[in-house]
């Protein structure tokens, strides 16, 4: 919005400035289209070229991505390279005079094309951007898995081989320890929780504990000596857990 302001604001200047420069505002704008034109092109060609060059590289590097993005990945992430503040503030920067105190040649001009650049591109490809997604139609590649499930699977994985490991090499006395046995108590329970028969009662009154748990982090939130970063961490936590009642409760 700022940037459209200011394209807004310094465009009547800009116009008055070509005009003096004597060129016309047709001219001006058929170098703004050819502009644009060749910037999509070369955003293209850069990304094909990455792809190319990735897959001519995946032969010698063992760790990289050996499947094939196809065609349609590089048309769109070439297609998504919009122009817009960054662009304008670069011709901004241009100078108003030489160091010989003459006016920049063409300064007009050169903000004149930039604010073609920027609208062409915002308006022809960002409209455009979302039917072209949709027409890729992206594969699927499974790189991540859900965060909450690869939460649950992190904490059951590391609970199970805390028991395996305890049942190995400490069968005996584990009970003898306050500390051992609590923590055994808690790992059996991140496992066999999803098969807990708990009423809709007690699901109820545990999410509600929950609750109260989160209205405790917004008071210590006011307090600057505690790291809001700590904050949001338990809250993830608190987040989490309560997902995953609800998930096991349908």
């Keep these: 919005g700022l940037a459209f302001m200011l394209i807004g604001l310094a465009l009547p200047e800009v116009l008055e400035g070509i005009e003096a420069e004597g060129i016309s505002l047709l001219t001006a704008t058929s170098y703004g289209l050819l502009i644009t034109g ?10 094909y070229g990455a792809i190319l060059i990735t897959q001519v590289m995946k032969h010698f590097i063992t760790v990289a991505d050996r499947r094939n993005p196809g065609f349609r990945v590089p048309l769109v992430l070439g297609w998504a390279g919009m122009r817009g503040v960054l662009s304008l503030a670069v011709a901004l920067s241009i100078p108003l005079t030489l160091e010989n105190g003459e006016p920049f040649p063409h300064r007009s001009l050169i903000l ?17 951007l979302p039917a072209l997604i949709r027409w890729a139609k992206f594969p699927d590649y499974e790189d991540h898995i859900p965060e909450a499930e690869a939460e649950s699977l992190i904490r ?3 609970a199970q081989s805390a028991l395996d490991y305890m049942q190995k090499h400490y069968k005996e006395g584990i009970t003898d320890s306050f500390l051992l046995q609590n923590q055994k108590d808690i790992w059996q329970y991140q496992l066999d929780l999803p098969k807990c028969n708990t009423t809709p009662e007690v699901r109820k009154k545990y999410v509600a504990i929950l609750h109260h748990q989160r209205e405790i982090l917004h008071q210590l939130n006011k307090n600057p000596r505690i ?5 949001r961490n338990f809250h993830r936590q608190l987040n989490l857990e309560e997902e995953k009642w ?5």
């Design 227 to 231: 790291d809001e970063e700590q904050i």
């Design 112 to 128: 004149y094309i930039t604010f073609i650049v920027i609208l062409a591109t915002l308006l022809v490809q960002g409209l455009s």
């Design 156 to 158: 059951k994985s590391l």
């Design 38 to 47: 060749v910037v999509v092109g070369v955003r293209l060609l850069s990304s």
């Design 246 to 250: 609800e998930v096991w409760e349908v």
